[in-house]
């Protein structure tokens, strides 16, 4: 089960109209990601807006983006949930579509021991048919993958990589220094520092706007010119610190919205950003050289 996973790989917003998927400009984005250069897409993660989407439209974008992506990159499915067995399912059902791995959330809300996580992640490595990138996001979900964990999991071949999004580059250190699992940055704004140190490129929410530069970042990091990604970081940065001005993905699916390419629409509790918010935005766009 062992697939090679580097570069950008982007968190793929869910566009809606009139309250249901719009498919046809889901194709448009995957289209435009793959001329881009990404390495992989991920739909429904967090930025995809999973918790509003319902099982049968959560299934429906996955298979849509690997029928339109037509194996041109790699797939890693967002089938993570607060239960094991609603995990194991969706990534059973993402195995069936083709997906290549499966992006797993540690289970949010309900706060699992050391032992609870081993026994979740190893469960959907287990029965759930595909590779499995973990997902570190405690500001999420209230929960830390903490080290020995992350090194026990890590022995499994089927588990292939951690997605680290607690905001500490220092993590990277820590986690090569317990065990040698591949590390993806899960900020955007840390892509490059967690580079230096390790990690072989992110899940990005900025690459939906930018994917040929947020990948171009990724490509000179791991050829190792790192002044060249510095400069192209700094170039980008007001979108990579701008893009979180509200919750994800609120401004990115604005920003979108802003170059015509979806509706402006969300899913409650999700709502549009506020107009001071939008300006800032704005700003952030025109400075990286976007038009709007």
């Known amino acids: 089960m062992s697939m090679q996973m580097q570069g950008c790989y982007t968190a793929l917003v869910t566009p809606f109209r009139n309250g249901a998927v719009d498919y046809d400009a889901l194709s448009r984005l995957v289209a435009e990601q793959i001329a881009g250069g990404v390495s992989g897409l991920v739909p429904v993660g967090t930025t995809g807006e999973s918790p509003t989407l319902d099982i049968a439209e959560h299934l429906k974008v996955i298979e849509h983006v690997i029928q339109a992506a037509a194996k041109r990159c790699q797939i890693i499915a967002g089938t993570g949930a607060n239960s094991t067995a609603e995990a194991v399912e969706l990534t059973q059902e993402a195995a069936k579509l083709g997906a290549d791995a499966t992006l797993q959330v540690t289970p949010y809300y309900n706060k699992p021991s050391s032992e609870g996580l081993y026994r979740h992640f190893m469960a959907v490595a287990d029965q759930g048919g595909l590779p499995v990138v973990l997902y570190n996001v405690p500001g999420r979900s209230g929960r830390e993958i903490d080290l020995k964990t992350v090194a026990r999991l890590a022995k499994d071949s089927r588990i292939i990589a951690l997605k680290e999004a607690g905001g500490s580059a220092d993590r990277v250190s820590q986690v090569r220094d317990a065990c040698g699992i591949t590390i993806l940055s899960g900020d955007d704004s840390l892509t490059l520092p967690m580079m230096v140190l390790g990690a072989t490129g992110v899940i990005?929410?900025?690459?939906?706007?930018?994917?040929?530069?947020?990948?171009?970042?990724?490509?000179?990091?791991?050829?190792?010119?790192?002044?060249?990604?510095?400069?192209?970081?700094?170039?980008?940065?007001?979108?990579f610190r701008d893009l979180f001005v509200e919750t994800n993905p609120v401004p990115v699916k604005a920003a979108l919205a802003m170059q015509g390419k979806i509706a402006e629409e969300y899913r409650l509790p999700l709502c549009e950003m506020s107009a001071a918010n939008r300006e800032v935005l704005k700003a952030a766009m025109r400075q990286v050289g976007i038009a709007v």
């Open 204 to 239: 990005s929410v900025a690459s939906n706007v930018l994917p040929k530069e947020v990948s171009d970042l990724c490509r000179l990091a791991l050829a190792g010119d790192f002044a060249g990604a510095r400069a192209l970081h700094y170039r980008l940065y007001p979108m």
